[in-house]
T-cell receptor
Framework: AQSVTQLGSHVSVSEGALVLLRCNYS??????LFWYVQYPNQGLQLLLKYTSAATLVKGINGFEAEFKKSETSFHLTKPSAHMSDAAEYFC?????????????FGGGTRLMVKP | GAVVSQHPSWVICKSGTSVKIECRSL??????MFWYRQFPKQSLMLMATSNEGSKATYEQGVEKDKFLINHASLTLSTLTVTSAHPEDSSFYIC???????????FGSGTRLTVV
């Protein structure tokens, strides 16, 4: 069984400020973890993924996330927010060891960026 | 990169009619596709997993006779909403697993409105 919890359904930051979106997971097997971004009325775009290699994962658009097994966390960060970062962000987990496993999504976090 | 094309992007239909949504993998073979439903301001809910050439596996609570999924080829999966009702109005998104690893690519979504 696997699940994802995203703390904070809404996060608001000022342009240029640090972005921190929280994600905690539970998984009975070593997890593969993902962050996706969704703009209104669009599908999901992959930001980054952790698949048991380096624990600090760098993604697109300046985002990165760190896998911390002891904390069962995979928080997403970006040093300096841009207006174009305003969107919905989803953390997802997939169970390792079974290539057919589907993704389980967290509830999502809406990021708002103030000028 | 792997691209999934989803059509239509939006559709309005009358109550009682059926609507077909198509997802095509453009530059890879998608042996497994996933269909999600997303309500406004909510996360993605997995409806079913389809494997090419076999029957789809539906999640608990999803009516298989209402949401018909066909995955007849390695590049095409379809979702047909039969006898649509206003409560079926939602955003539907397909996703394909890329290769045997943990890459997932998403369609751009279909906004269904039943009137």
């Amino acid at each position: 069984a696997q699940s994802v919890t995203q703390l904070g359904s809404h996060v608001s930051v000022s342009e240029g400020a640090l972005v921190l979106l929280r994600c905690n997971y539970s998984s009975s097997v070593p997890p593969y973890l993902f962050w996706y971004v969704q703009y209104p009325n669009q599908g999901l775009q992959l930001l980054l993924k952790y698949t048991s290699a380096a624990t600090l994962v760098k993604g697109i658009n300046g985002f990165e996330a760190e896998f911390k097994k002891s904390e069962t966390s995979f928080h997403l960060t970006k040093p300096s927010a841009h207006m174009s970062d305003a969107a919905e962000y989803f953390c997802a987990v997939s169970g390792g060891g079974n290539a057919g496993n589907m993704l389980t999504f967290g509830g999502g976090t809406r990021l708002m960026v103030k000028p | 990169g792997a691209v999934v094309s989803q059509h239509p992007s939006w559709v309005i239909c009358k109550s009682g009619t059926s609507v077909k949504i198509e997802c095509r993998s453009l530059d890879f073979q998608a042996t497994t596709m996933f269909w999600y439903r997303q309500f406004p301001k909510q996360s993605l809910m997995l409806m079913a997993t389809s494997n090419e050439g076999s029957k789809a596996t539906y999640e608990q609570g999803v009516e298989k006779d209402k949401f018909l999924i066909n995955h007849a080829s390695l590049t095409l999966s379809t979702l047909t909403v039969t006898s649509a009702h206003p409560e079926d109005s939602s955003f539907y998104i397909c996703s394909a697993r890329v290769g045997m690893g943990y890459g997932y690519t998403f369609g751009s979504g279909t906004r269904l409105t039943v009137v």
